[in-house]
């Protein structure tokens, strides 16, 4: 499953929320230094589709506001 992410480092409070199809916002704490903002979101991911943070994936847009993850549920 492809899902695209909105991130939003550097927030006060961690959230996941469903705004489109396949668009999620995500705000994560952490800031977009040494990827630890990715790290964070591939966490919160994994606990939203309850799956291990090694079967999420990121395929484009490292540095980028809108990202694009790969899920491989089941």
């Given at each position: 499953m492809i899902v695209r992410?909105?991130?939003k480092p550097n927030s006060r409070m961690e959230?996941?929320?469903h705004v489109e199809k396949d668009l999620y916002e995500v705000a994560v704490k952490e800031p977009p230094e040494d990827?630890?903002?990715n790290k964070r979101i591939?966490?919160?991911l994994a606990e939203?589709?309850?799956v291990s943070k090694s079967n999420i994936k990121?395929?484009?847009g490292s540095r980028a506001?809108?990202?694009i993850f790969e899920?491989?549920?089941g």
């Open positions: 992410v909105r991130a959230y996941i929320k990827n630890r903002a591939i966490e919160i939203n589709f309850n990121l395929v484009r506001r809108i990202k899920v491989l549920l």
